[in-house]
């Protein structure tokens, strides 16, 4: 399809809402000025979900071009905190200069999502500045040295769920500045920690409640990197039902979707998160999803049960979640693996 073809679809409120996240997802995968400008344009829709998603996708694009409207989705209060939470989020992700301001305003936003989200950003800002800076340098004394050489080639292949793979640039893989050697393909919003850390004190810190958000991502960003899923699924279920940061809790049902664990204990979690009527709608959202990507043998029962929530975010997120759970079955979009650097003998 065109992209004139996907922004009609995207656009189409008509059509349901695993149709339009499909057109979403690919205008994504294509990228360039066009797609952007139709995700930009479908930003009027009244859909919380839907302005998320597409927020989402724009950073995850880094498009810089989509800076201003994000800045606006951020300080209109009027949004749902989800969708500025989301437009905080790809600030960071572009993390250009224009960005910053609105950032630091954010960071001291009335709404507690909003505003850790920020914070985050901003670190992940400076953090992304600082490794800018250290690249220029690094580069400029390699040109003092030698001849310049072209780039090693990446690997194509790339872990994550059937979403993730329906995303990803047909025009090669965009790694984020400071995930180099990540198997996944989403720039996330926080570093991985350091590889040298071992892995009982990335637990450690991951499960601990006195540890700051960007320590806890960090750990649980290296923690799914290092590819022990059942390991990481029994982590990550603990701090879905004692963490009181709905923040935290909404990016560990996204690693549970995208490492897709079928232990009982990590979907027992995700299933009393979905379930759980005063859990913050961006937390039930995004345990849906990581239910569908999952798609173990109780997932269809439990989407259709609360396709039809009181809340209009969880409702359209098990529709999507459905059509995750379809693609996951069919193999219609097989993950694709990397295998894990070898180990220094």
Same mark, same amino acid.
């Given at each position: 399809?065109?992209?004139?073809?996907?922004?009609?679809?995207?656009?189409?409120?008509?059509?349901?809402?695993?149709?339009?996240?499909?057109?979403?997802?690919?205008?994504?995968?294509?990228?360039?000025?066009?797609?952007?400008?139709?995700?930009?344009?479908?930003?009027?829709?009244?859909?919380?979900?839907?302005?998320?998603?597409?927020?989402?996708?724009?950073?995850?694009?880094?498009?810089?071009?989509?800076?201003?409207?994000?800045?606006?989705?951020?300080?209109?209060?009027?949004?749902?905190?989800?969708?500025?939470?989301?437009?905080?989020?790809?600030?960071?992700?572009?993390?250009?200069?224009?960005?910053?301001?609105?950032?630091?305003?954010?960071?001291?936003?009335?709404?507690?999502?909003?505003?850790?989200?920020?914070?985050?950003?901003?670190?992940?800002?400076?953090?992304?500045?600082?490794?800018?800076?250290?690249?220029?340098?690094?580069?400029?004394?390699?040109?003092?040295?030698?001849?310049?050489?072209?780039?090693?080639?990446?690997?194509?292949?790339?872990?994550?769920?059937?979403?993730?793979?329906?995303?990803?640039?047909?025009?090669?893989?965009?790694?984020?500045?400071?995930?180099?050697?990540?198997?996944?393909?989403?720039?996330?919003?926080?570093?991985?920690?350091?590889? +040298?850390?071992?892995?009982? #004190? !990335? @637990? &450690? $810190? *991951?499960?601990?409640?006195?540890?700051?958000?960007?320590? /806890?991502?960090? %750990?649980?960003?290296?923690?799914?990197?290092?590819?022990?899923?059942?390991?990481?699924?029994?982590?990550?279920?603990?701090?879905?039902?004692?963490?009181?940061?709905?923040?935290?809790?909404?990016?560990?049902?996204?690693?549970?979707?995208?490492?897709?664990?079928?232990? +009982?204990?990590?979907?027992? #979690? !995700? @299933? &009393? $998160? *979905?379930?759980?009527?005063?859990?913050?709608?961006?937390? /039930?959202?995004? %345990?849906?999803?990581?239910?569908?990507?999952?798609?173990?043998?109780?997932?269809?029962?439990?989407?259709?049960?609360?396709?039809?929530?009181?809340?209009?975010?969880?409702?359209?997120?098990?529709?999507?979640?459905?059509?995750?759970?379809?693609?996951?079955?069919?193999?219609?979009?097989?993950?694709?693996?990397?295998?894990?650097?070898?180990?220094?003998?």
């Amino acid at each position: 399809m065109s992209v004139e073809s996907l922004r009609a679809e995207l656009m189409d409120q008509s059509l349901d809402m695993p149709r339009r996240f499909r057109a979403l997802f690919a205008l994504r995968s294509v990228g360039g000025d066009a797609s952007v400008s139709a995700l930009l344009d479908s930003l009027r829709d009244p859909s919380a979900l839907f302005k998320h998603e597409v927020a989402f996708a724009l950073g995850q694009m880094q498009a810089t071009g989509a800076v201003e409207t994000l800045k606006a989705m951020l300080r209109d209060e009027s949004e749902h905190s989800m969708v500025r939470h989301e437009a905080a989020e790809a600030l960071g992700a572009i993390a250009s200069d224009e960005c910053l301001e609105a950032l630091e305003t954010a960071s001291e936003d009335s709404s507690q999502v909003v505003r850790e989200t920020a914070v985050l950003a901003l670190q992940r800002f400076r953090y992304a500045q600082a490794k800018r800076r250290d690249a220029q340098a690094k580069n400029a004394r390699a040109d003092a040295k030698a001849p310049s050489s072209p780039p090693s080639a990446r690997p194509d292949e790339r872990a994550g769920s059937a979403k993730e793979q329906l995303s990803a640039s047909t025009n090669g893989h965009q790694q984020s500045l400071d995930e180099p050697d990540s198997p996944y393909i989403s720039v996330d919003p926080v570093p991985a920690a350091p590889s +040298d850390v071992p892995t009982h #004190a !990335l @637990r &450690a $810190t *991951l499960l601990d409640e006195s540890a700051s958000l960007w320590d /806890r991502y960090g %750990a649980m960003f290296a923690l799914r990197n290092r590819g022990d899923p059942c390991d990481v699924a029994k982590a990550l279920g603990s701090v879905l039902i004692h963490s009181d940061s709905a923040l935290l809790k909404h990016e560990v049902c996204y690693v549970l979707g995208q490492i897709q664990e079928k232990g +009982d204990g990590a979907r027992a #979690a !995700l @299933r &009393a $998160t *979905l379930e759980n009527q005063n859990e913050h709608p961006m937390v /039930r959202h995004e %345990a849906a999803e990581a239910i569908g990507s999952i798609a173990a043998d109780d997932t269809e029962a439990l989407l259709l049960k609360f396709r039809h929530d009181q809340d209009r975010i969880v409702a359209e997120s098990c529709e999507v979640a459905l059509d995750i759970m379809q693609s996951e079955i069919s193999g219609e979009f097989v993950p694709l693996v990397v295998e894990p650097p070898r180990a220094a003998a």
